[in-house]
């Protein structure tokens, strides 16, 4: 039903505007049990939220006081462009610096693994973790390069831990380093044994940050 | 009649004729229809009437209550910031946790340090980024400055290498400066290298 709002027309019968009328508070229960606990709800928790449906908005809402807005709007990301959940906070410390929205959201996390996992991070970051395992060649030092999915912008930490000891008479855990490559992938490096000609099985863990 | 902005007891009179009671009833529809506006979708919208365009969450004096199957996400002051988005879990006292921490930005390149930061649910920040290491030209211990320096806890570190082939370098914080703690020496783990190698980050510190 349409909500008209200058009803009812004064001086009429009540029969001729009672529908109107009826028309509007009807409206008003559809849409408001939209995204809301309807009007009659048994438990007197009418007005509270079911689920929240964001519409995408553009641009940045306006300085915010004694509050904090949630809202979506588009986000640029290697994927492509989508709507992401934003917070805006009000201006605090430090205050030379732009009270800009932040990006709480992706649209993708990878909880599934087994090698890697992905989520995000607040203001646009995502988050991987793995692990790498495999058998050193004798002598020849390890280089094994991973493989960010899904791809991000740019890789901007990448940092590997050893979980595998050499074969010295005191073992010692690999010694380790990372490279990055390009904007999805770097390489994980290791002496692994070093010049002993015994091969042995390795183990690293690794965390990275990247932009969206 | 005289027309107030919002009189659920309209009609006052089941007398009344719509001449009487006109007037505040359409004040009752407008102010519903302006009401409703904020932050959702207009009840008149040709779709998705209802949805949200935005949610403000006002500044609440006090933690909000939950009822079992219930959760909540609030907004509330924290004192030495501002209003900060919260959640609770269902059922009193189901946990409140502080979700937003700060204002996040991005921080300018200096010479040999990228850095960058981010936040973790429960007043948590997360800094990170990579440094240059000691060279020749320049050996000895790295100080790495935590920008914002607004950390009260260091609760995790982890550095790794990024020039082949180096040890992990060591580290130690430095005393705290005014109840924050802003600055960590870097250095060689081994004592027989100029310094620490160039290296990757992560620090994670309570706020």
């Not at chain 1, 990301?77 to 610096?97: D, E, H």
């Not at chain 2, 909000?64 to 609770?88: M, S």
């Not at chain 2, 130690?172 to 020496?185: A, C, Q, S, T, Y």
């Amino acid at each position: 039903m349409t909500y008209i709002k200058n009803k009812p027309d004064s001086g009429k019968a009540p029969n001729i505007d009672a529908p109107k009328i009826q028309g509007n508070f009807s409206s008003f229960d559809t849409v408001f049990g939209n995204n809301h606990l309807s009007m009659n709800d048994p438990n007197q928790k009418q007005g509270d939220h079911t689920t929240i449906i964001f519409q995408s908005i553009t641009g940045s809402p306006g300085k915010v006081f004694n509050a904090a807005l949630l809202f979506a709007r588009d986000a640029f990301s290697k994927a492509g462009t989508q709507p992401q959940l934003s917070v805006k906070i009000p201006q605090f410390l430090p205050n030379n610096i732009a009270n800009s929205p932040m990006q709480l959201t992706y649209n993708t996390v990878n909880i599934i693994g087994p090698s890697q996992y992905q989520s995000f991070l607040l203001g646009g970051y995502l988050i991987y973790m793995g692990n790498i395992s495999g058998a050193s060649a004798a002598s020849v030092p390890i280089s094994t390069q991973i493989t960010l999915v899904p791809a991000p912008t740019k890789i901007l930490v990448a940092i590997a831990t050893p979980n595998s000891f050499n074969t010295s008479s005191t073992p010692q855990p690999f010694d380790v380093s990372t490279t990055i490559n390009n904007n999805s992938k770097f390489t994980i490096k290791s002496t692994s044994n070093g010049s002993r000609s015994t091969v042995v099985n390795y183990r690293f863990t690794w965390v990275a940050i990247a932009t969206v | 009649m005289t027309a107030k902005s919002y009189d659920p007891n309209t009609p006052q009179f089941l007398s009344d004729s719509f001449a009487i009671s006109q007037k505040q009833v359409q004040l009752n529809f407008q102010t519903l229809f302006d009401a409703f506006a904020r932050n959702h979708v207009s009840l008149t919208a040709a779709a998705n009437a209802g949805n949200h365009n935005v949610i403000e969450l006002l500044g609440q004096p006090n933690p909000i209550q939950t009822d079992v199957g219930e959760i909540n996400i609030y907004t509330k002051n924290v004192e030495e910031q501002t209003e900060q988005v919260f959640f609770r879990y269902q059922g009193n006292p189901g946990q409140e946790f502080q979700f937003t921490n700060y204002q996040i930005y991005s921080l300018p390149p200096e010479k040999g340090l990228n850095q960058y930061f981010t936040f973790l649910p429960g007043r948590l920040i997360v800094y990170f980024g990579d440094f240059k290491g000691a060279t020749k030209q320049n050996p000895g211990t790295i100080t790495l400055e935590l920008n914002p320096g607004i950390a009260k806890k260091i609760i995790g570190m982890t550095f790794c290498p990024n020039i082949t082939i180096a040890n992990s370098p060591s580290v130690r914080v430095l005393p705290e400066e005014n109840g924050f703690f802003k600055k960590i020496d870097v250095f060689s783990s081994t004592g027989f290298e100029l310094g620490p190698p160039d290296s990757f980050y992560i620090i994670v510190a309570e706020t």
